[in-house]
T-cell receptor, first 114, second 114 residues
Framework: AAGVIQSPRHLIKEKRETATLKCYPI?????VYWYQQGPGQDPQFLIS???????DKGSIPDRFSAQQFSDYHSELNMSSLELGDSALYFC?????????????FGEGSRLTVL | AQKITQTQPGMFVQEKEAVTLDCTYD???????LFWYKQPSSGEMIFLIY??????QNATEGRYSLNFQKARKSANLVISASQLGDSAMYFC???????????FGTGTSLTVIP
């Protein structure tokens, strides 16, 4: 079965550079979430989209932006990168109306800022 | 207030024994979902088990069971017959119908000892 696809899996950037992470949700899933997980920490919610519209916003810095496109894939854009942005970035998708509503996670994109 | 509380940062269990990972939650909603995820050292987030707030029976999935005590707002994960491959971080999570967000606990690191 198709899973959530994230790219790239690993990314190394310098301070003040920009980075873009991509997420392709499971087909027919209508909700996409982005999470940031620092070393040894729990995942922190950044932002979510339902049917291509932003549905909820968490602790996403102003330097970050995200959108969901017509084909339901989502991109997280990060500018003016800081050392503290080094983390594992998860994308997850779900089918909002489904009874269980569990999130299916991608394998994550590991960003290292030098 | 913390939505999900996991009070055990680290746990050890002997191989083949059972272990209980604690989770308490805070919500004023009547309808909600509770989830457990496993995160091995490789980083991916693996869905383990789900419990709906209206489910009268405790959820079970193979060696995983969820000890759901609604009045106490606890949703402990029980892993029976522990295996070395169970060594990982375990996150308890909750989904509320209002908003579109998953709340994660801080996780419990489980180490299975041969």
């Amino acid at each position: 079965a198709a899973g959530v696809i994230q790219s790239p899996r690993h990314l190394i950037k310098e301070k003040r550079e920009t980075a873009t992470l991509k997420c392709y949700p499971i087909p027919r899933h209508d909700t996409v979430y982005w999470y940031q997980q620092g070393p040894g920490q729990d995942p922190q919610f950044l932002i979510s989209f339902y049917e291509k519209m932003q549905s909820d916003k968490g602790s996403i810095p102003d330097r970050f932006s995200a959108q969901q496109f017509s084909d339901y894939h989502s991109e997280l854009n990060m500018s003016s990168l800081e050392l503290g942005d080094s983390a594992l970035y998860f994308c997850a998708s779900s089918f909002f109306e489904r009874a269980h509503g569990e999130l299916f996670f991608g394998e994550g994109s590991r960003l290292t800022v030098l | 207030a913390q939505k999900i509380t996991q009070t055990q940062p680290g746990m050890f269990v002997q191989e083949k024994e059972a272990v209980t990972l604690d989770c308490t939650y805070d919500t004023s909603d009547q309808s909600y979902g509770l989830f457990w995820y496993k995160q091995p050292s490789s980083g991916e987030m693996i869905f383990l088990i789900y419990q709906g707030s209206y489910d009268e029976q405790n959820a079970t999935e193979g060696r995983y069971s969820l000890n759901f005590q609604k009045a106490r707002k606890s949703a402990n994960l029980v892993i029976s017959a522990s295996q070395l491959g169970d060594s990982a971080m375990y996150f308890c999570a909750m989904r509320e119908p209002t908003g579109n967000q998953f709340y994660f606990g801080t996780g419990t690191s489980l180490t299975v000892i041969p």
